[in-house]
């Protein structure tokens, strides 16, 4: 099954802007593979912030929006609040699998 | 609202078995698909399982194909995952999700609270 990859943490300061990035093995994310991303706090079940590359469920806060950027899937917070500091997720669809990414850790600092 | 309520984890030896359910609540549970996610201590997700609103398709982790087995009865809104010839590497905590269309293959809505599994000698 295809790996799929993220950084492993960044930081950002209060006010500020953030791109976290999605990227597979098999070659460029494309909307074709559905790309979600979740929160997840310490202690708390993962949480769906975006769907389907843009869509952003009834709950998202509007500073965080879906994109694709360079063959990737992308995350932007922008105007960072310190509730946002959390482990991010992001999962691709293939043809029989779904797979999560390695996941960044978010430090609002 | 929406709910998910796993049950049936607890501690195993290795290589024995262990069955996960997960009751549904609060939407048209054959509307939809469901998965199976784990997550070890201070790991990431990683996809365990999922199966189509009907039951027609099932996917399954290479890591756990061959030992795992995930059905539904939608008549009883319930999912189970029967998981065989357990291992250390198998100790996570496993959520059960819903999909957020009707489809195998594509990302999931709601979580449930996630039930423990932890396989040791």
């Known amino acids: 099954q295809a790996v799929v990859t993220q950084e492993s943490s960044l930081t950002v300061s209060p006010g500020g802007t953030i791109t976290l990035t999605c990227g597979s093995s098999t070659g460029a994310v494309t909307t074709g593979h559905y790309p979600f991303w979740f929160q997840q706090k310490p202690g708390q079940v993962p949480k769906i912030l975006i769907y389907?590359?843009?869509n952003k469920q009834s709950w998202t806060p509007a500073r965080f929006s879906g994109s694709l950027l360079g063959g990737k899937a992308a995350l932007t917070l922008s105007g960072a609040q310190p509730e946002d500091e959390a482990d991010y997720f992001c999962l691709l669809s293939y043809g029989g699998s779904v797979v999560f990414g390695t996941g960044t850790k978010v430090t609002v600092l | 609202e929406v709910e998910l309520v796993e049950s049936g984890g607890g501690w195993v030896q290795p290589g024995r078995s262990l069955r996960l359910s997960c009751v549904a609540s609060?939407?048209?549970?054959?509307?939809?698909?469901m998965h199976w996610v784990r997550q070890a201590p201070g790991k990431g997700l990683e996809w365990v399982s999922s199966?189509?609103?009907?039951?027609?398709?099932?996917g399954y982790a290479d890591s756990v194909r061959g030992r795992f087995t995930l059905s539904r009865d939608n008549g009883k809104n319930s999912l189970s995952l029967q998981m065989n010839s357990l291992r250390a590497e198998d100790s996570a905590l496993y959520y059960c999700?819903?999909?957020?269309?009707?489809?195998?293959?594509?990302?999931?809505?709601?979580w449930g609270q996630g039930t423990t599994v932890t396989v040791s000698s």
């Open positions: 999700a819903k999909g957020r269309s009707s489809g195998t293959y594509y990302g999931m809505d709601v």
């Open positions: 609060g939407f048209t549970f054959d509307d939809y698909a």
């Open positions: 389907d590359t843009t």
């Open positions: 199966i189509r609103w009907d039951g027609g398709d099932i």
